[in-house]
């Protein structure tokens, strides 16, 4: 109910006239004033010149000043614009959704550069980008061809710090300690930690020479209380109650907690050198670099699903809803107790050289670049089982409630046998993507077409994934005197290792971790795929600029040409013999139009609707156009061939869409805006059982395909103001907020029956932000929300659950001590949200994760 009345208070501020006749006295205030502002008013009236000047439909984070962005990452600040979340990972905002759709519809760039992602898929985890590192973002909602291909949903340009835009050497330090209040729940993790950053700005040779550098670092807790449902026994259960119907038992269930590190460091080099007004050289690096250390505590339980039946007299005191039992008492059932450590090693890399020449009538612009991304994971878990069985209870019936006790004590080493080592799975992801593009530009007179622009771009990506797992029994035993309890609030006690590296290496051998020389397993080989693709795309476009029906407009329209060659990779095993290589792919052209009309209703130029047409396009995610597949071949040749696999003759997804939106800039930093958008998706892709052929024979293979799509539609509504006219000291107060309602036919297919609506579909989705800049103070208060939406969390495709309805809250507080030194405090997530996933559609089957609330008190330095 909590988040239907934040739904409710966010749409209110749209509906009240109040607000027009405040807009109204801000519009004469501002008439008469001309005032010299900082801090957040300058970021704020900073990012509406620039929405207001583009000839798409746009947001725009502007930086209040050098390496002030009002948030820790990036991903925080985008996850508040007006129809944009964000999923959370280890408590943190990280790849977005915007407008109903999910990452697989989100472009990203780097200085107009494409990225290469970490991540199996395209997704960019817009966590990796620091505050420092960074002068704003370019939130394309509209395409245009100029634009890089990818993003049906949006575009997302990060910009980094330019040193020729800024006045002399400019020099700002932040230093942070950080306090995380969940670790006073979990034995043995930390409270604290630091986290600093910086960036460097000068000018050498008259001005033509900049230099930028910029570095973060932050040691991050990685905390988590976590209880997750397995799913249901659906088709081989046995009726428990006598009522003549199958109760559908639960496979089991477990917990989990999280005491780890999550090391992170960004470093930026950007160099301009101008040798003449006729020419602009830029040379810019960025690296990031992510080191996540996660021990972790585990109880699992998985003998509860009551196979055909076997089970049956060992229940009792049964809660059973809409054929689930959802909760109960179940005797002769085993506990496995796990400490684990998690280990993650990722790494982004992007380099560029961009030149900007005026010859003649010319704009000539090169750009070269390359992105680098790696991911090294695994995961060492020391697996031990109860030796003797237990009499446990459970009560997991929905709306996060969760109840279970294991009847034994399970912080006692004696209670558990031997212990085998799983290193599941040792697995590595690179993505190299290579790319160069020459564009021109030049005007015209005497035409509607102010402006000519023409380009090209070509771009070579190849992205792998490899992985290895094994299992070790112990050649050495485990003493009881290495082990130690470990209490954690609400949850039964563990058993950990107290030295998990000592202790590992003793048992199962020095190299216990190390894949080299081990054979991969078969699943292993069929696990990992290798995707090449090649692109070539060329564009005209040309900028619009008249009159007509008594008003001024302007706009642009062009067409984009795309031509992409790929190829996957992979290995298949028939009836489980060894896997051989196989390899696929195809090849597809793709013209993209587009046309952005901005008319102006007033001379001011205050009032303005936008219009937009155009055809996108998201190419399919790369893990899933890979080749590999496990096929089942009957000898009978009528029958068809079952199984699963990859696909590399997946197209990209299409879309055609319009946008209109109303927008009123009352003052400089003042907007009213009301939009509404249609996109209509083809080829949704999806994963179904398909019909194919595979050598000449039919086969039903469970794979992602090119689906039929449908329609998405939303508004979006904005208001912002700054109160200046009101009497002092409330003429610092400010307000920002947004509501956007979506909604879609378009269906995913699982579950089999009801299957969810697409992923990223959030149907209310908003937030408000109140601040307070005024004799050296800034305060903020944000509160975001968003109502539930789809969406997979792990890295698999198709893992598909439903996250809940969620409320965040963030306050920021600052005082400008001196001329150069801030004081800062924070707190995130100030009610304590919870990460709430349901399963499959079924309201008892939950995953709940805690994060805590984060604090952090720092200093800002600048020269």
Do not use: C
């Amino acid at each position: 109910m909590k988040h239907k009345k934040m739904s409710w208070l966010i749409a209110t501020l749209f509906t009240s006239p109040m607000l027009v006749q405040q807009a109204l006295a801000q519009e004469a205030a501002t008439d008469i004033q001309q005032v010299s502002v900082t801090g957040i008013r300058a970021s704020v009236r900073n990012a509406l010149a620039a929405k207001e000047a583009s000839n798409s439909i746009v947001e725009v984070i502007s930086s209040e000043d050098i390496g002030k962005l009002p948030d820790t990452t990036i991903a925080e600040s985008l996850a508040r614009l007006p129809g944009m979340s964000s999923g959370l990972d280890r408590g943190n905002a990280s790849q977005i959704v915007a407008r109903g759709m999910g990452p697989r519809f989100i472009g990203a760039t780097l200085n107009g550069r494409e990225l290469a992602s970490s991540e199996p898929n395209r997704a960019v985890r817009f966590e990796q980008f620091p505050s420092e590192s960074l002068s704003g973002a370019t939130i394309y909602k509209t395409q245009n061809a100029e634009l890089a291909e990818g993003g049906i949903a949006t575009t997302i340009d990060l910009q980094t710090v330019s040193p020729l835009k800024y006045s002399g050497r400019q020099v700002s330090l932040k230093a942070d300690a950080l306090y995380y209040a969940l670790a006073k729940d979990i034995g043995g993790a930390d409270k604290t930690a630091p986290r600093l950053g910086g960036v460097y700005i000068d000018q050498f040779n008259n001005k033509t020479l900049g230099v930028a550098l910029a570095f973060s670092y932050q040691d991050q807790p990685s905390l988590q209380k976590n209880v997750r449902h397995w799913g249901f026994n659906e088709d081989h259960s046995a009726d428990l109650n006598g009522d003549g119907k199958v109760d559908k038992t639960p496979w089991g269930f477990q917990d989990e907690v999280k005491r780890g590190k999550d090391k992170r460091t960004s470093l930026l080099g950007k160099v301009e050198w101008k040798p003449s007004n006729d020419a602009l050289i830029t040379a810019d690096s960025y690296y990031a670099k992510a080191a996540i250390r996660e021990p972790g505590l585990q109880h699992w339980t998985g003998d509860l699903g009551n196979w055909d039946g076997y089970e049956s007299g060992n229940f009792s005191n049964l809660d059973i809803r809409n054929g689930y039992v959802a909760g109960g008492t179940l005797k002769n059932v085993g506990v496995v107790t796990n400490d684990y450590l998690w280990i993650q090693d990722t790494s982004v890399a992007a380099s560029g050289i961009n030149g900007k020449f005026n010859v003649g009538d010319w704009k000539v612009e090169s750009d070269l670049s390359t992105s680098h991304a790696m991911r090294s994971s695994q995961w060492r878990d020391v697996r031990q089982y109860s030796n003797n069985p237990t009499t446990i209870t459970w009560d997991f019936t929905g709306n996060e409630h969760q109840s279970y006790n294991f009847g034994m004590d399970t912080g006692n080493p004696a209670n558990f046998g031997a212990p085998s080592l799983y290193v599941d799975t040792d697995g590595h992801i690179k993505d190299l993507l290579n790319a160069v593009s020459l564009n021109a530009s030049r005007p015209i007179e005497g035409s509607i077409i102010s402006r000519l622009k023409v380009g090209v771009r070509a771009t070579d990506r190849e992205k792998s994934y490899r992985q290895t797992t094994w299992q070790l029994n112990p050649t050495a035993a485990i003493p009881a005197s290495a082990y130690e309890t470990v209490n954690v609030s609400g949850f039964p006690s563990y058993i950990a290792l107290k030295d998990f590296g000592a202790s590992t290496a003793a048992a199962f051998g020095a190299d216990a971790f190390n894949p080299d020389g081990r054979p991969q397993t078969q699943n292993d080989l069929l696990s990992g795929w290798k995707v090449k693709e090649r692109s070539t795309s060329a564009f005209v476009q040309g900028d619009l600029d008249g009159v007509a029906f008594g008003k001024t407009y302007r706009g642009n329209v062009g067409v984009r040409l795309v031509h992409t060659t790929q190829t996957g990779y992979g290995m298949q095993s028939l009836n489980g013999a060894a896997p051989t290589a196989v390899e696929g792919g195809t090849s597809y052209n793709e013209i993209l139009p587009s046309l952005n009309l901005i008319f102006n209703m007033d001379e001011a130029q205050q009032h303005q609707v936008r219009f937009s047409v155009a055809r996108a396009m998201s190419r399919a995610p790369l893990d899933e156009m890979r080749s590999s597949r496990n096929l089942n071949v009957v000898t009978d040749t009528t029958q068809p061939i079952t199984g699963s696999a990859g696909n590399p003759e997946l197209k990209p997804m299409m879309a055609n869409q319009v946008d209109l939106v109303y927008q009123w800039y009352f003052g400089k930093d003042s907007l009213l805006s009301a939009g509404a958008f249609y996109k209509k998706v083809s080829r949704y892709i999806a994963i179904t059982s398909d019909t194919t052929t595979v050598n000449g024979r039919p086969a039903t293979v469970t794979r992602s395909v090119n689906g039929d799509g449908g329609d998405i539609r939303g508004v979006e509504l904005v208001y912002q103001q700054a109160f200046t006219s009101l009497p002092a000291p409330f003429d610092g107060l400010g307000i920002a907020s947004n509501y956007a309602y979506t909604t879609s036919n378009i269906r995913e297919k699982t579950p089999s029956v009801n299957p969810y609506p697409i992923e990223g579909l959030m149907k209310s989705n908003g937030g408000v932000t109140l601040w307070y800049e005024k004799a050296g103070y800034e305060a903020r208060i944000s509160a975001n929300y968003h109502s539930a939406f789809v969406r997979n969390p792990t890295w698999g495709a198709g893992q598909l659950i439903e996250n809940e309805a969620e409320t965040y809250l963030t306050l920021n507080l600052a005082k400008q001590l001196t001329p150069n030194v801030q004081l800062r405090f924070g707190i995130d997530n100030l009610t304590n949200q919870k990460a709430v996933y349901t399963s499959a559609n079924i309201p008892v089957q939950q995953e709940v994760t805690e994060f805590g609330r984060r604090f952090n008190l720092g200093l800002s330095f600048k020269l």
